[in-house]
């Protein structure tokens, strides 16, 4: 069940991207090549960008793809450091679980008040759903990474580490310049 949302997920983000960079491709080649275009594609633009984004916070939660300032945490010992980073997600999950409230509140009203967007006939709060849809995937993301925790298989936060991967590349670009010596 989990690897068909890992999927889902991961289509859903592709669709996004590529939906986005063929609605901007075609709104400047008929914008500059006939001096035309279409009045609802930048407010769609806008729109699947933010999908995009609050697809890929979870995304990139599950994938360790998030920049962390880790550096203190990784001189703690194993317990303590599992103990700091389940409460960091604990105080993650509590900062969503705010944000999610706030977003229920604000997408009833849309719904309520009937608002639709200004360039498309689609209600407001369909298109800003992705406020609750994203923040429930990354919540569900926080609570596999603190069950991952509790059961002693991960240490917490997996972060892209940009200092250890630049080195890396630079130890690879070392060995080509010396192999055609």
Not at 71 to 99: Q, W
Request: aromatic residues 10%; hydrophobic residues 55%.
């Amino acid at each position: 069940m989990i690897r068909l949302l890992h999927r889902i997920e991961e289509n859903i983000i592709a669709l996004l991207l590529v939906s986005m960079a063929m609605l901007v491709v075609l709104e400047v080649v008929l914008r500059f090549g006939f001096g035309t275009g279409f009045l609802w594609s930048q407010e769609l633009t806008l729109h699947l960008s933010a999908w995009f984004v609050l697809f890929g916070i979870s995304y990139g939660l599950r994938v360790g793809a998030h920049i962390g300032v880790d550096a203190v945490v990784k001189l703690l010992p194993p317990t303590t450091r599992r103990i700091v980073s389940a409460l960091a997600v604990v105080l993650s999950l509590v900062y969503c679980g705010l944000f999610l409230y706030g977003s229920w509140i604000y997408l009833a009203k849309m719904k309520k008040i009937g608002i639709e967007l200004e360039d498309m006939p689609i209600p407001a709060w369909e298109a800003h759903s992705i406020l609750v849809i994203g923040l429930l995937l990354f919540s569900f993301r926080l609570l596999e990474m603190l069950w991952g925790i509790y059961k002693g298989t991960s240490e917490g936060f997996r972060h892209s580490d940009e200092a250890e991967e630049s080195m890396h590349l630079a130890e690879e670009l070392a060995k080509e310049q010396g192999a055609q010596k």
